[in-house]
């Protein structure tokens, strides 16, 4: 069952289903009508300001909260199925994410399909990641705690760049959050027949979202779909999955395969709600709600993850 807040939606905004395939023009311009729609006023933080990784001339906006105690770096991908998106339309969760858990959020403008595909968007994320790394202390993050965070096609991104760090050795993230994270490029599992239609994210909207980021790479290719990774990084995860999306059970397979290999995870299983719904704080009241447990779990996985630490 869904939180009555969403099913008003679902049943109001959402009741006629987007023309698909899309008009690209057409649906970059909704994804930024959408949150001043639903996300009600941005909330106040310190100081906001952007900047451009010089490297690959990426554009990235730095969220500084009001916090007086020591604050870890979170380099933030935005949703939008790899084609939509941009430092505007995740403002105001950026903003809230700031000051709920509480860091330096850096937001990244990578680079968007069909235009730019896989792996280019994961370069531009990177790219930022070792940027932001060689300049935290002078956006105000000074205890060198470092996260890498996402939400939904960003949450792939997340999981990516880890997964890709991890190869790397030896800098590691200290922390990645996964919010609904698409995954698996596939689209093969249970949840995709069980909200295949009508909880706004359809399963045939996913698979073109796949399809119009990955090119010419094989699905299962791990940068591309971390799920098929053989080898995942051992790095402390917090993932937040919404009960009704197509992609709850990448965030749950990916949870349990992470655990197996012995790695710390938080699931935040959001009841009641459906993909997307974190930048619709001024519409769902219980998206701020979770937004808060989300908040909290990382900031317990991230002391668990200190304490471990030798």
């Not at 990235?60 to 430092?87: K, N, Q």
């Not at 070792?130 to 105000?140: K, P």
């Not at 705690?145 to 939400?151: L, N, P, S, T, Y």
Request: hydrophobic share 45%; with cysteine; charged share 20%.
């Amino acid at each position: 069952m869904v939180d009555p807040d969403i099913r008003r939606l679902l049943d109001t905004l959402f009741r006629v289903p987007a023309p698909w395939p899309p008009d690209v023009v057409q649906l970059r311009a909704a994804a930024e009508i959408a949150p001043k729609l639903l996300g009600g006023a941005p909330e106040t933080v310190e100081d906001v300001r952007d900047a451009v990784v010089t490297a690959r001339n990426v554009r990235v906006r730095i969220y500084r909260p009001g916090a007086s105690s020591a604050l870890p770096l979170t380099v933030f991908a935005h949703g939008g199925g790899w084609v939509t998106g941009s430092l505007d339309s995740h403002d105001r969760l950026c903003r809230i994410l700031a000051n709920a858990l509480p860091s330096v959020v850096v937001a990244v403008d990578y680079a968007l399909a069909p235009e730019r595909v896989f792996p280019a968007a994961l370069d531009d994320l990177e790219a930022a990641w070792h940027w932001l790394r060689e300049h935290a202390h002078d956006f105000g993050a000074e205890d060198e705690r470092f996260i890498v965070a996402g939400d939904s096609s960003g949450g792939n991104l997340a999981a990516a760049l880890t997964l890709r760090l991890h190869a790397a050795r030896p800098v590691q993230p200290d922390l990645q959050l996964l919010l609904y994270p698409a995954l698996d490029a596939s689209c093969s599992r249970p949840s995709y027949r069980s909200f295949a239609t009508g909880y706004n994210l359809t399963a045939t909207q996913m698979a073109w979202y796949w399809d119009a980021y990955r090119g010419g790479a094989r699905a299962d290719v791990h940068e591309l779909a971390p799920l098929s990774a053989t080898e995942l990084p051992r790095v402390p995860t917090v993932i937040a999955i919404a009960s009704a999306d197509v992609l709850r059970d990448d965030g749950l397979d990916y949870a349990e395969r992470l655990r197996g290999n012995g790695v710390p995870v938080r699931l935040v299983d959001c009841e009641g709600m459906i993909h997307g719904f974190l930048r619709w704080t001024g519409e769902v009241r219980a998206a701020r709600q979770w937004i808060d447990a989300i908040a909290a779990a990382t900031r317990d996985t991230i002391r668990l993850a200190s304490a471990l630490t030798p």
